[in-house]
């Protein structure tokens, strides 16, 4: 069965702190997808990363995918309120429709 | 366009009984999938059809079938309902191309089985 595990699972911040949310799996993903989740609704696509190593930017929100296309990052730069929400990855294998979810990190930002 | 759309919006269930979360999208995608999202472990999939006529088992099938009726629509059936199926049910649609694609998710349906 695969895996992605998220970290950390939750986190509350002050407006304007930086922070780093980690998603780790075992096996190996064609491409790497990062959505955003608010109370009452389905999750939002914010970016898909396909290429090992690869780095997107999308405002504050910069996103990597590991090397060996294992895991992914997503760093927030100057965190806001607006920021508030479930972020959740998700891995696809390749020759697949079946899309792998994360377990969530659940982020508040506190003005 | 509405996008996707999902029937009831909340359920009360007594265990043993049935239903149908319904789903729709109009936004012409081939691919549609049915999730159950729990607390502390994101979203599973349940099944998904990659096109019209198929459909296919994802991580956690038991207790659970689809009707792929047509394009539009995809629904779930619980044929007796237990209480761990309590959850919030998300369907998703996609164009359904090969490679990493856009899900678009529906706003769900609250679960709660008694």
Not at chain 1, 69 to 78: E, P, V
Not at chain 2, 8 to 13: A, C, E, N, S, T
């Amino acid at each position: 069965t695969q895996l992605l595990e998220q970290s950390p699972q939750f986190l509350s911040i002050q407006e304007g702190e930086n922070l780093t949310v980690y998603c780790n799996s075992s096996s190996v993903f064609s491409s790497l997808q990062w959505y955003r989740q608010e109370p009452g609704e389905g999750p939002v696509l914010l970016v898909t990363v396909v290429t090992g190593g690869e780095v997107k930017k999308l405002k504050r929100l910069t996103f990597q995918f590991g090397d060996a296309r294992k895991d992914s990052s997503l760093h927030i730069t100057a965190a806001q309120p607006g920021d508030t929400g479930l972020y959740l990855c998700a891995g696809l294998t390749s020759g697949t429709y079946k899309y792998i979810f994360g377990t969530g990190t659940r982020l508040k930002v506190l003005a | 366009n509405a996008g996707v759309t999902q029937t009831p919006k909340f359920q009360v269930l007594k265990t043993g009984q049935s239903m149908t979360l319904q789903c729709a999208q109009d936004m012409n995608h081939n691919s549609m999938y049915w999730y159950r999202q729990d607390p502390g472990m994101g979203l599973r999939l349940i099944y998904y059809s990659a096109s019209e006529g198929t459909t296919d088992k994802g991580e956690v099938p038991n207790g659970y079938n689809v009707s792929r009726l047509n394009k539009r629509e995809f629904s779930l059936r619980l044929e007796s309902a237990a209480p761990s199926q309590t959850s919030v049910y998300f369907c998703a649609s996609s164009r359904g191309r090969a490679g990493p694609e856009t899900q678009y998710f529906g706003p769900g349906t609250r679960l709660l089985v008694l």
